[in-house]
């Protein structure tokens, strides 16, 4: 597909900055574009390729036009813009109705007849599957799901019994939805199994990414509401609630019965402790451990970040000191007259 | 299935405190509980939720039971008894004995008639496959893998050759058992692999969770022993062994050749290095980072929990300082007198 | 397969003391071992096993071998020789060449008539699979994929679209190369899906662990170059680079656009930003976190050790101090006198 710079205007609400007749039949990055090709900048840290690019456009914002030396598309959100842009020139496939030859289908399931069902994808009982779905290869689902209309899932997913699904969801290789959470009572001989009778409810527009885990409740559902953006590699524990269009970046845990507010943005390798409340518009930076209820839409952070280890081992000594050199610090201030405020400052520590 | 106060009440040995010929059907949460449904209380957390439950019965121990405006079912251990009722309730499915056509089993596998094989299941030579044993959709198993009785494998398992797993055991989708551990030597042109010829045994009651991978031993077999319960995700290295009783929670993992003893419990994200012996009973926080051997049980951690970014970051710096301010404090000390106990101090930390 | 010390000597050129007529036919660890076994010793941690070990011979270097008991094969690098021996006496299976009845490729797929590919694999279209590859049961490659010769993807391995893995590779189950990477624009109703176009590109001698995780680029592709060696369980974002021979253990994840040098050697569990540039020989030890690029190659690290959890709180109640009490230190400076670098100190964290 082809497009001319005035078009792209036109359609995407830019101001131009170039040749309305010029045309672009690709995507680029700065660094790597060719002519032909449209580019986008939307983080000042790749600002200083604009003078090199060789791409036919970059989309960008009205600050960052001034320095550009190839044709313009001047918008707000150059990021956004540039994505509604790559979604028209890289179209999703369509999908090819009907039931590969080689998936396993149980007489009960409904099926509609514009989805399409992948080669050894397995398709239990009363399950329901909704139009345009494109179910890939090596799927499986279990008794009862329901799959709604134009959700793609990649290739080899897994929803196990009762697990539901919104439309235009996408879910990529690898994630299990509806796994047994982990719960067991502790008695003298071993563990107790709790058997874990919820379900999985997924909303609309939702993409869960590979190898992402999302465990089905104990007693009531988990809960995925619209929009939501799951990374790859995720632990979503037994029970946990999850805002509508939070995002939540890969390797993340978050243990069983916390609910996360909406519109939460929650950066990768982070844990997230069992049984809290996330409120709405919180941001956690990557790699926190987050073991409190959050109850103010902020930022928040816990990451140490890595040093030279000839310098952190020093760093790591020091921490472990920390109480006798605030015992030093007392010693000190008592020496000097200065201990009036320290025992108050002793005792928050020693509760 | 329908059951009465009265036989709950025999069966699981509690204090029954309401009328013995009341009846429920399901269990439900405090808060979601309509007529109808048990409910329980082990979480004082929830306790407030007693006031206005709907439950026909509450399943709590005897200080709880006080609080408790509707029939009560006493027990010391509520939890461990709600497990138990609910396991009543919701027995698990019984399986359909036999092969699926669309199973492929190798001519040399030893199936019991008695169990069930899923559609696309791959079985390779000299599988041995025990009495009621369930292999779900997908599950594929190398050669020389053995199964004990009662068994299930969820979906989509994957079992390397000569592993062997014990009975009564549950695996959950996505969990890789027996790939090969990670072991390279270095060399002037690259890493040359050193060939990973143990294997995986698993013992009896030993649930592992989706996409949990446990690797195959270097030379010796890496081991889980009885009972063990491990969550999603979690990563065991070569060569490790965890012992019986152990229960680990999502996110963690373990180097290779670390041994763990019985009955651990371990917090989810937590990172274990290698070669370590944790001995009986430990308990590790979550996101804790296990970097020495422990030999005295009792609870051990590593988190620093997040805290509002614009506060942390200046903890962090601070951190950064601790060198620079420790030296402050000898300073300090030395000018007020107090330096002669300050050159220990300070040696201990330039070791 | 059995071989005498002299063979063993001469060709992989070690000093041998001790009976060249010697055989052995297996390798063990010093402390398992029993007569007719090859052991080695190349973690000091392990030497004391020397003494009692039954191994009919040891791989170990020049200044372990004093205190060997038992005939030695003395090798400065006893670990890369004990590789090769054992690669020597546990070669990998030979493949059986061909099509599983069960598997179901497409009609444009070019496969190679040395390749084995097993049951319910899904080859898609236009995939090339080169000379003596192994796809195992249950792997699946979207269309144009191309595996180069001689590599083995063990089983249930998910290549999508366009993904290229080079020669003499190994990816173990699970693994997952080639889902869309985690790129969304924020708008006013939610966040609108970045197309992810490019690829990814994978050298020759490449190992891939189990249920490890590796995006196609946004625009350009994701790289991995030649021997690299990737643990389980690791996150890779799109338009990741990573250089050859680098090493990166298990639980890793690293955000989209990173570029990770040669010959690094990153520990388990660390989490790694994104944008960054992070230089050739860097070494990183497990569980940190990496949130700057790294220019100078030496070994960093974040990690602080699980103490127990009553010295711990203590600890992590200090760091939360730490402000208070750096402001302690210069009320302390000024009562005596001290005030003047102070100020200069002070500033640097108030930036």
Redesign the interface.
Known sequence: MSLTLGELAVRFGCELRGDPAIAIDR???LA?AAPGALAFLA?P?YRRQLESTRASVVVLNAADAAQCTVPALIHP?P??T???I??L??PTPAIVPGV?A?A?VDASAEIHPSASI???A?IGERVRIGARVQV???C?M?EGVSVGADTRL???V?L?RQVSLGERC?V???A?IG??G??????RQ??????Q?GAVRIGD?V?I???T?I?RGA??DTLIE??V?L???I?V?HNVRIG??T?I???T?I?GSTHIGQRCMIG??T?I?G?LEICDDT??????????SIS?P?????????????I???????????????A??T???R????ASR?AA?QD??DE
């Open positions: 995507v680029a990055t790597g983080n840290q959100d990021y956004a540039f994505a509604r790559a979604a020139l890289y590969h080689a396993v992948g080669a050894t397995v890939g290869p090596g499986i279990g990649a290739a080899r897994t196990l996408i990529h290789p690898g299990v796994a047994d982990f719960g067991f009572a502790r008695e071993g563990w107790t199994k709790v058997p009778i527009d993409e990414g590979a190898n885990t465990d007693i009531e619209n929009g953006k990374d790859n590699q632990q524990g509508a269009h995002v970046a890969g390797c845990g243990s990768g390798a844990a402790a049984h941001v956690i930076s990557g790699s926190s451990n987050v073991t409190r103010k902020e930022m928040y952070s816990s990451t140490l970040a890595a040093e030279p280890a000839r952190w081992r020093r760093l790591a000594a020091r921490f472990k000191r920390l109480d006798k050199e605030a030093r610090l010693r000190l201030e020496a000097v007259g200065l320290t400052e928050e520590i």
